[in-house]
């Protein structure tokens, strides 16, 4: 993982730079994330579900990230009161340490750091955790903290967007994996072309998208976010993982996805809301750049 980590963060680097020169535009990004969405991650999600070998473990891994993002919203609301940080930054800190970005940049990263990880833990702790988590509890948050409660989107474009092509292709593979379909290679090797593309199309959107405002404008709510975000969730979920009993590449796969970095998506839904956004934004430029030092790190440990 030390490897791809590097390769990971000087790629982000690289990407930001081409855009500072203007070679890159940050316009783009979009269409990259939509590519990322619509083509390559579903064939990546696909190609782990149908091919790999589910074990009953796997349904605990959602459990060990919704019981750590109950922890983590715990932590980051006693931090903020005893700091006396105002409400909107309260909110803001809270919403950008208690979900990561794990469905485009933790399990893209999974799949390329080798052996010893469960692929299928990382596309259950996105899928039934994350997914979750960003469409209840970061909008519930962000309504309660924000200047515009109740005005933001409804609840149908929010359970909506859990039916992305992603869970589908979660769906579908395991549906392939269940009736006991052997893939030719035809369908197999396209897929893992696809899937190979998710990490490196992410990691230039990462670069494109990273602004340096947002950090100088609210560094102390951004160091809080981070600490949290990168250092207290993974072992928040390594003692909730440990405590429930997996283990092994599961528990491995757990600890790392809860160390993921502020979920791009916070920013966008706390925007909506107007809770203090410098801080979600320096966040996710931060923990962004970090994540590559600290994950290596924690893989080392376990």
Not at 38 to 63: D, K, N
Not at 160 to 185: E, H
Not at 228 to 246: D, E, F, K, T
Request: glycine share 10%; charged share 10%; hydrophobic share 60%.
């Amino acid at each position: 993982m030390t490897a791809t980590a590097i390769a990971a963060l000087l790629i982000i680097l690289a990407s930001w730079g081409l855009k500072a020169a203007g070679v890159l535009r940050r316009d783009a990004a979009p269409i990259l994330i939509q590519i990322v969405l619509y083509l390559t991650l579903p064939a990546l999600v696909f190609r782990i579900m149908a091919t790999s070998e589910l074990h009953t473990s796997l349904l605990l891994v959602p459990v060990v990230g919704m019981i750590t993002h109950v922890v983590l919203v715990g932590v980051a609301w006693a931090v903020c009161r005893a700091g006396g940080a105002s409400r909107a930054t309260t909110g803001a800190v809270i919403i950008a340490c208690a979900v990561g970005n794990t469905g485009f940049f933790g399990v893209p990263l999974i799949a390329a750091s080798g052996a010893h990880l469960s692929l299928p833990a990382a596309v259950m702790f996105d899928t039934f955790c994350t997914g979750i988590l960003t469409w209840t509890s970061t909008f519930w948050i962000s309504a309660h903290y924000g200047e515009r409660a109740g005005s933001g989107p409804s609840a149908g474009p929010m359970w909506r967007n859990l039916l992305l092509p992603p869970t589908w292709a979660m769906a579908a593979g395991l549906l392939v994996n269940a009736l006991g379909v052997d893939l030719p290679d035809g369908v197999i090797r396209p897929l893992e072309i696809l899937g190979a593309a998710v990490l490196p199309l992410v990691l230039v959107y990462a670069g494109l998208v990273i602004e340096w405002g947002g950090v100088r404008r609210a560094w102390r709510g951004v160091c809080t976010a981070t600490v949290i975000r990168l250092g207290v969730s993974p072992l928040v979920a390594l003692a909730v993982a440990a405590a429930l009993g997996l283990e092994g590449d599961v528990l491995r796969t757990v600890v790392l996805m809860a160390a993921m970095p502020t979920a791009m998506m916070s920013l966008v839904i706390g925007g909506w809301y107007r809770v203090n956004t410098d801080v979600i934004a320096g966040s996710v430029v931060v923990t962004a750049l970090l994540a590559p030092v600290v994950l290596p790190v924690l893989r080392a440990v376990l």
